[in-house]
């Protein structure tokens, strides 16, 4: 029987081919092993897996009874329903420590860098596998995805020689330019709801016994939204509703300017103004120099949760 291998719920770019990634190498190594995904793919991911030639792995919600490997996150909140029924065989992630347990021994990858990608590269080379040209494509763009092309905060140096190395390797000399590219392809918020907007790469977290959702936008340039924000609002209250949750969060993120516009829907509103010291004005705050929903944002609201 195979063995499923998935990101979290909403994938996004690194969920997606860290799955097709780390299944290729347990494969090489002699696994059998699937990759799958627990929600629908994002456009930047398909413009990614179009320019190297892939095909989206196949959607898979429930594990009961199933062996799984876990790329790029282990909260129970982005977990599948059933994943107490399933035997977790190993974690590869760069997150906080999250709240899923095993019943057995596993294997576990967890490095503070800026991609999940990153640390499948550094398995590759443990185990000396090489890295066939179109897989190390898609990897080098999940890195330049997850780092915002390294400006992002959560990048070190583990991740721009990984990514300088992929690209090597998938001879792309300019990566820099197929980065912005990919950014473009993001930046295009026109043809999709609002809801799906918000939720488009979005997490749940548990905190102190409430629910609080964080969504991210990273675009090219904040004006994609100016006439959109009151539908934003009104969709980010719906999930709140619909969801039970304390909080729903957007991060606007503009990748130039290196910053966020946050916007709030939330029954604990001293407590996001504590946690990043600010004054809310009509619920939305510009935040400078914030790009990362893990560094910059979650563990100041578990500090106040
Ligand atoms: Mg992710
Ligand atoms: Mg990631
Ligand atoms: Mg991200």
């Known amino acids: 029987m195979s063995t499923y291998i998935f990101g979290h719920t909403t994938p996004d770019s690194d969920s997606i081919i860290g799955a097709i990634s780390l299944s290729y190498l347990k494969n090489q190594l002699g696994e059998d092993t699937t990759p799958t995904r ?20 196949e959607l898979k919600t429930t594990y009961a009874k199933e062996s799984v490997y876990l790329i790029d996150f282990m909260e129970r909140s982005q977990s599948p329903k059933d994943i107490d029924e399933a035997t977790v065989l190993g974690i590869v992630d760069h997150h906080k420590l999250g709240d899923l347990t095993t019943n057995s021994p596993l294997e576990m990858w967890v490095r503070p860098v800026g991609c999940s990608n990153t640390i499948v590269k550094q398995m590759f ?15 080098m763009c999940a890195i330049l995805s997850d780092t915002v092309m390294f400006k992002s905060p959560t990048c070190t140096k583990e991740d721009t020689k990984a990514c300088k190395e992929l690209a090597k390797i998938a001879e792309i000399e300019d990566y820099k330019s197929l980065g912005m590219e990919m950014f473009i392809v993001k930046s295009d918020v026109l043809n999709a709801t609002t809801e799906e907007l918000v939720l488009r790469d979005f997490k749940d977290f548990n905190m102190g ?9 990273e675009v090219v340039d904040l004006s994609v939204f100016d006439n959109m924000k009151d539908d934003l609002f009104s969709a980010m209250r719906k999930i709140k509703d619909e969801g039970d949750r304390d909080t729903v969060l957007l991060l606007l993120t503009d990748i130039m300017q290196e910053g966020s516009q946050l916007l709030v829907v ?22 400078p120099k914030v790009m990362s929903r893990k560094k910059q944002i979650i563990p100041f609201l578990e500090q106040q949760f």
Request: hydrophobic share 40%.
């Open 266 to 287: 939330s029954d604990s509103l001293s407590k996001i103004e504590r946690a990043f010291n600010v004054n809310l004005d009509n619920s939305e705050i510009w935040l």
């Open 125 to 139: 080379d443990y185990y000396g596998v090489e890295i066939p040209k179109n897989l190390a494509g898609i990897m």
């Open 38 to 57: 627990q929600g629908e793919i994002n456009p930047e991911t398909q413009f990614i897996l179009d320019r190297f030639r892939f095909k989206a792995p």
């Open 209 to 217: 016994g409430v629910k609080i959702g964080v969504g991210q936008l």
